[in-house]
């Protein structure tokens, strides 16, 4: 009886602690999760800009609420071709993952590569990516460059992790970025990009750090 008794009063303090802690908890949460006034997120699959030209696919945006978008496979060109391209954004932070993809002509390839940014702060990851015959880092330093020479159109440059503040003030990463010498013009070829941040009238002009990337046959 006097078990049962502790156990009721335990149980009761319980409740009552709980009756009393909830109201804050719940009031602190939407304050935690709020992005700061004026901040917006977005983020694309790929893009190209040369000769042949490949709008962002699959994008997004947004100022408010997680907005998300798929795209089963992007081959428009042979410059570049990618299947499972995710997207996804909401004002505080963005996301793009893109798997199984290629850049033929410059023998680079990876099972999936993604960028994130959060809060202003970005990152990159490359699975199994190799260019020429050579693996990639899989988490790069921020704006990683690797210079690659094609057989037949000269050297490629190849940014890695590349971040750089845009003129509304917000951060954009992305993933791979690789300059073509194509014929006649390049072409650059842009995959997994997430910007996020706050948004401001001006900006200073970003300041890129550069970092040779290690490489392992």
Do not use: F, W
């Amino acid at each position: 009886m006097r078990y049962s008794h502790a156990v009721g009063r335990l149980t009761a303090a319980g409740i009552l602690t709980g009756g009393l802690l909830a109201p804050g908890l719940a009031a602190a949460a939407p304050a935690l999760a709020a992005a700061p006034h004026g901040s917006e997120g977005s983020a694309y699959g790929l893009t190209v800009a040369g000769p042949v030209a490949v709008p962002p696919v699959p994008a997004v945006s947004s100022t408010t609420g997680k907005v998300s978008k798929s795209l089963l496979r992007e081959n428009h060109t042979k410059l570049v071709q990618a299947s499972a391209l995710d997207v996804s954004a909401s004002a505080a932070r963005a996301r793009s993952t893109v798997a199984r993809v290629a850049v033929p002509a410059a023998k680079l390839m990876a099972s999936a590569v993604s960028a994130k940014c959060d809060g202003g702060r970005g990152s990159a990851h490359l699975a199994r990516a190799v260019i020429a015959g050579k693996r990639l880092d899989a988490s790069p330093p921020p704006n990683t460059t690797v210079p690659v020479d094609i057989e037949g159109l000269g050297r490629a440059s190849l940014i890695l992790n590349k971040q750089e503040r845009m003129a509304d003030g917000r951060l954009a990463v992305t993933a791979m970025e690789i300059q073509v010498p194509l014929p006649g013009k390049p072409a650059t070829v842009r995959i997994a990009s997430a910007t996020c941040g706050k948004t401001v009238s001006e900006a200073p002009a970003p300041t890129p750090v550069e970092h040779d990337l290690p490489v392992t046959g």
